[in-house]
Each structure stands twice: as structure tokens, then as C-alpha cells.
């Protein structure tokens, strides 16, 4: 059982980046999953999730608009697009994949979920 982040790498402010999430030794569509990213400094921040339909998503607003979660659950894989990347989205992504209700409200922890990735860097310079 394996997830596998990737996707990570140097961009200048205003750019793109698309992150991947792949799943290896079980169906990720069973799994609600999500992004979080832990900035040098600062505490674990969940930035985006999606149910296992990919009927719900959750977005932080700090990235809002800016952010599109999506999943192709016959590759067993989640993405996430990053558009307009700032100097503060410079962080470590990791991606998680576990049985979570994403209704009333939900907003992400970390604890809630069973698997976790290995962890990409994104770095935007300014």
C-alpha cells in the first residue's frame, strides 16, 4: 500500500505546477484524499480535499481560486493544479488517502487519514 507524491519543483511567482498523487496496492476512489503541505517554520496545513465520488471538495482559502483538486479514479490518482503559485505556497506537499466524511463543514486535520505520501517540494520564487 503506497502513495506516491510527485509533481514538485521550482517555479517563479505567477506560475503552474501540477501535483500528483498515485495509489499503489489499493483503489484510492474507496478513499476520500487530500493535500496538505507543511511550510519551513509553520505547523501542517490542509490545503485542498476531495471526496471518493469527487463529488465534494475542500479548498483552505488561502488557496481559493486559485487551486483545482481533481481525480481520474481509473489511473487511482489525485491531482492538484496550482495556478498563480506564490512565494508563501513554498512548502512540502504530501498527499493523504483515508475513509473521511467531507460533508458538515469539514475542514482537514491530518489525523483522519490512514496513508500518507512521501512528500513533494514546491518552492516559488519571487
Known amino acids: 500500500v503506497q502513495l506516491q507524491a510527485s509533481g514538485g519543483g521550482l517555479v517563479q511567482a505567477g506560475g503552474s505546477l501540477r501535483l500528483s498523487c498515485a495509489a499503489s496496492?489499493?483503489?484510492?476512489?474507496?478513499?476520500?484524499t487530500g493535500w496538505f503541505r507543511r511550510a519551513p517554520g509553520k505547523e501542517r496545513e490542509g490545503v485542498s480535499c476531495?471526496?471518493?465520488?469527487?463529488?465534494?471538495?475542500y479548498y483552505a482559502d488561502s488557496v481559493k481560486g486559485r487551486f483545482t483538486i481533481s481525480r481520474d479514479n481509473a489511473k487511482n490518482t489525485v491531482y492538484l493544479q496550482m495556478n498563480s503559485l506564490k512565494p508563501e505556497d513554498t512548502a512540502v506537499y504530501y498527499c493523504?488517502?483515508?475513509?473521511?466524511?467531507?460533508?458538515?463543514?469539514?475542514?482537514?486535520?491530518?489525523?483522519?487519514?490512514?496513508?500518507w505520501g512521501q512528500g513533494t517540494q514546491v518552492t516559488v520564487s519571487s
Open positions: 493523504a488517502a483515508g475513509p473521511v466524511s467531507l460533508i458538515n463543514n469539514y475542514v482537514p486535520v491530518g489525523d483522519e487519514y490512514d496513508y
Open positions: 496496492g489499493f483503489a484510492l476512489d474507496y478513499y476520500a
Open positions: 476531495i471526496s471518493s465520488s469527487g463529488g465534494i471538495k
